[in-house]
C-alpha cells in the first residue's frame, strides 16, 4: 500500500479506530475498530463491507472465489459481489447497474470509526450513490446510511435495496405486525415469476410474534411487510446478527409486493449463506434531489438455540434493545 494512497483515502490526518489496510487482494481497504469489532470495507469493487466481526469471529460470507476481483466494463466477467452488499430497487425495475454494483468507489476516512464510499455517476441509473458507515466506539453498533442523488436531468424512483449476505444454516426471527396485506405474513417466489401470497412451508413457522425460518425453504426468495423495522439471524457460530432500520407505513414501498424485508435464504449445500435485506420506501427524486436510508447492525455474542428449537421473541428483542438502548 503507498502512501499516497493512505493519505489520500485518510485525508491527511490519522483517526482513531481508521485505517487503510490490505486486505481480500485490495490494498486500499478501510478497517473501523473498537475494542471488540472489526468492520472492512472495499472501496475497489462494490463498495462493500467484507468484514462485521465481533472478537474475531466475522459474520459475513467471505469465499475466496472474489479474491481481489476488479470489474472492468470491456468484459462481462461479473464478479462475486459476496459479504455486506448493498444495492437500489425496486428489484423488477431498476437498470442493469454494473458500474454500482461491481465497479470500483471512492473511499475516505472521515473521523473516527467513520467512512464514506461514493459511487460514479451511473449514467444506466442516473443516481449517484452515497454510503456512510459509522462504527460505535464501545459497541458492535455500526450505523449504515445510503444516499441516493438523481445525478440526471429527469425525475427518478428508487428505493433503499439492502443485501447483505451472512453466513448460512442459522435461524432468521422476523416480528409481525397486525397490519398486513399477507395472510401468512410472508409471500414466496416461486419459479421466478410467480408469486404465493398464502405460502406454506416446513421450514418456516407462525407465531403469534414473529416469523422464524430455520432452513432452507422449498422456494429461497421470501418478502414481508413487517411494520416492526428490525429482525435478527441467530447464526450456528454463537452470534446474533441484528439490524434495525425505520418503516414508515402510510408512505409507498414501491417493490412488486409492496416488500418492506426479503430474505433469501438458497440450499446451504449449494450456497452457504443467507441474505438479509431491508427495504426502503419509494423515493421520487426531481434532479439533484437525494434521499437517505439508514439501517443499523449489531453483532451480538448468543449462543445458538439449535434448528428445532422454540424461539421466543421477547427474551431476544430485550436483548437487542438492551444493546440498542446503551448511549455512545
Avoid at 475497489?44 to 469471529?57: D, M, P, T
Avoid at 452488499?85 to 472521515?110: C, H, N, S, Y
Avoid at 416480528?175 to 401470497?197: D, K
Wanted: hydrophobic share 35%; charged share 20%; net charge neutral.
Amino acid at each position: 500500500m503507498s502512501l499516497l494512497i493512505a493519505a489520500m483515502l485518510c485525508g491527511g490526518s490519522p483517526q482513531e479506530g481508521a485505517r487503510v489496510v490490505e486486505f481480500f487482494g485490495y490494498n486500499d481497504c478501510i478497517e473501523l475498530t473498537n475494542d471488540s469489532t472489526r468492520v472492512v470495507l472495499c472501496p475497489a469493487a462494490g463498495g462493500r463491507v467484507l468484514v462485521y466481526a465481533i472478537n474475531g469471529k466475522n459474520a459475513l460470507y467471505l469465499p475466496p472465489r472474489g479474491k481481489g476481483f476488479h470489474w472492468d466494463p470491456q468484459n462481462p466477467k461479473r464478479g462475486a459481489m459476496d459479504a455486506g452488499r448493498f444495492d437500489i430497487g425496486p428489484e423488477q425495475l431498476v437498470p442493469k447497474r454494473p458500474a454500482l454494483w461491481m465497479g470500483p468507489w471512492k473511499g475516505e476516512i472521515t473521523a473516527a470509526r467513520t467512512a464514506r464510499l461514493t459511487s460514479v455517476k451511473d449514467e444506466a441509473t442516473g443516481v449517484q450513490l452515497v454510503r456512510e458507515f459509522v462504527l460505535s466506539p464501545k459497541s458492535s453498533r455500526l450505523k449504515v446510511s445510503q444516499t441516493i442523488v438523481n445525478v440526471s436531468d429527469e425525475p427518478k424512483e428508487y428505493c433503499h435495496w439492502s443485501r447483505t449476505f451472512a453466513l448460512g444454516g442459522g435461524t432468521v426471527v422476523i416480528p409481525t405486525s397486525a397490519r398486513s396485506r399477507f395472510p401468512e405474513h410472508y409471500v414466496m417466489y416461486e419459479n421466478g415469476s410467480t408469486m404465493n401470497f398464502r405460502p406454506s412451508d416446513p421450514n418456516i413457522t407462525k407465531a403469534n410474534t414473529h416469523l422464524a425460518i430455520t432452513a432452507a425453504p422449498k422456494f429461497p426468495k421470501l418478502g414481508m411487510d413487517s411494520q416492526a423495522g428490525w429482525f435478527l439471524y441467530l447464526m450456528r457460530e454463537d452470534m446474533m446478527f441484528a439490524k434495525t432500520f425505520k418503516v414508515s407505513p402510510d408512505r409507498h414501498y414501491n417493490e412488486v409486493a409492496g416488500l418492506t424485508v426479503s430474505i433469501w435464504y438458497p440450499d446451504q449445500d449449494r450456497i452457504p449463506t443467507v441474505e438479509l435485506e431491508p427495504i426502503g420506501p419509494a423515493e421520487k427524486l426531481q434532479p439533484g434531489e437525494s434521499a437517505t436510508f439508514t439501517e443499523t447492525w449489531y453483532l451480538l455474542p448468543h449462543k445458538y438455540p439449535g434448528q428445532d428449537s422454540d424461539i421466543q421473541l421477547r427474551p431476544l428483542a430485550e436483548k437487542l434493545h438492551a444493546v440498542a438502548s446503551k448511549p455512545e
